[in-house]
């Protein structure tokens, strides 16, 4: 007596249902978490691939610490404190600063891991249950890239004839998932957001460390926009415009932030003066 066909499960079947909600979701988590904030152009988006990636996360984490914390310690420093009380800003500021986009970054690749991982496993089951039906699905892609029918058809006969090659061919071209380097490490990407994000913010703390007043407030600007300048100019590599224009940006908008925020510290320092 010939058994009933496999059926998936409940949860399944839910996942099924919601796969084009589950992919977009996962794919919109990546490019958050590889672009880090909404001021990154699109064409960062499309630029390179792994190693791109975690360069793109190593600039923009440099640049939101140094510019976060330039602006704080200036806005402290303007408002005419002793030294000792901004060297504890600047410290909470980086250490706050740090820990906020490390655990933001673990959320974030610790939620994109488990959709990528519930879809891969749901495309794992679908192969051993409906291989007839997969099959076809991976030869319409084929024929949806300008590959001919028949051609199509034996390159994805091919491809199911391995079931780890073909899981693996499944999650590229039908969700859009690397399964070898697109699940990544939600620990390793927490730690490296924040050791980039504290070593942008200790670059405007370190000349408080070793002097105070002016002379520490004017060293401080200095060599925090000589390395928003270097940020800027690395960022060029990915854009492909110029470096001295972007660099000059990067400083432009730092510097903004910093005049602003020393201003309201000199103002509260009038005012409460």
Same mark, same amino acid.
Do not use: C
């Given at each position: 007596?010939?058994?009933?066909?496999?059926?998936?499960?409940?949860?399944?079947?839910?996942?099924?249902?919601?796969?084009?909600?589950?992919? !977009?979701?996962?794919?919109?988590?990546?490019?958050?978490?590889?672009?880090?904030?909404?001021?990154?152009?699109?064409?960062?988006? *499309?630029?390179?691939? @792994? *190693?791109?990636?975690?360069?793109?996360?190593?600039?923009?984490?440099?640049?939101?610490?140094?510019?976060?914390?330039?602006?704080?310690?200036?806005? /402290?420093? =303007?408002?005419?404190?002793?030294?000792?009380?901004?060297?504890?800003?600047?410290?909470?500021?980086?250490?706050?600063?740090?820990?906020?986009?490390? +655990?933001?970054?673990?959320?974030?690749?610790? #939620?994109?891991?488990?959709?990528?991982?519930?879809?891969?496993?749901?495309?794992?089951?679908?192969?051993?249950?409906?291989?007839?039906?997969?099959?076809?699905?991976? #030869?319409?892609?084929? *024929?949806?890239?300008?590959?001919?029918?028949?051609?199509?058809?034996?390159? #994805?006969?091919?491809?199911?004839?391995?079931?780890?090659? @073909?899981?693996?061919?499944?999650?590229?071209?039908?969700?859009?998932?690397?399964?070898?380097?697109?699940?990544?490490?939600?620990?390793? !990407?927490?730690?490296?957001?924040?050791?980039?994000?504290?070593?942008?913010?200790?670059?405007?703390?370190?000349?408080?460390?070793?002097?105070?007043?002016?002379?520490?407030?004017?060293?401080? +600007?200095?060599?925090?926009?000589?390395?928003?300048?270097?940020?800027?100019?690395?960022?060029?590599?990915?854009?492909?415009?110029?470096?001295?224009?972007?660099?000059?940006?990067?400083? =432009?908008? =730092?510097?903004? !932030?910093?005049?602003?925020?020393?201003? /309201?510290?000199?103002?509260?320092?009038?005012?409460?003066?």
């Amino acid at each position: 007596m010939d058994r009933p066909p496999p059926e998936l499960t409940p949860d399944e079947e839910r996942t099924k249902a919601m796969l084009p909600v589950l992919t !977009a979701a996962a794919g919109s988590l990546g490019r958050r978490r590889r672009m880090g904030t909404a001021r990154v152009h699109e064409d960062l988006e *499309q630029s390179g691939g @792994a *190693q791109s990636g975690t360069f793109r996360a190593a600039i923009f984490g440099v640049s939101d610490g140094l510019v976060s914390n330039v602006s704080l310690i200036m806005g /402290v420093a =303007g408002a005419g404190v002793e030294n000792r009380f901004i060297l504890v800003a600047g410290l909470a500021g980086l250490l706050a600063g740090a820990f906020s986009m490390a +655990a933001g970054e673990y959320v974030s690749m610790r #939620a994109q891991r488990e959709v990528f991982e519930r879809l891969i496993s749901l495309e794992r089951h679908e192969l051993e249950l409906f291989p007839d039906e997969e099959l076809k699905e991976l #030869a319409v892609i084929y *024929q949806e890239k300008g590959i001919p029918h028949d051609l199509a058809l034996a390159v #994805a006969t091919a491809v199911a004839q391995d079931p780890d090659v @073909a899981l693996d061919t499944h999650a590229r071209e039908e969700l859009g998932i690397d399964p070898e380097e697109g699940l990544g490490s939600p620990w390793g !990407a927490a730690a490296a957001s924040f050791l980039m994000f504290a070593f942008g913010a200790a670059v405007p703390l370190v000349p408080f460390m070793i002097g105070s007043g002016t002379a520490a407030v004017l060293v401080s +600007a200095v060599v925090s926009a000589v390395v928003l300048f270097a940020v800027g100019a690395a960022i060029s590599v990915l854009t492909g415009r110029s470096a001295v224009v972007s660099g000059l940006r990067q400083v =432009g908008v =730092g510097a903004l !932030a910093a005049v602003i925020t020393y201003s /309201v510290g000199s103002l509260l320092d009038v005012a409460t003066g």
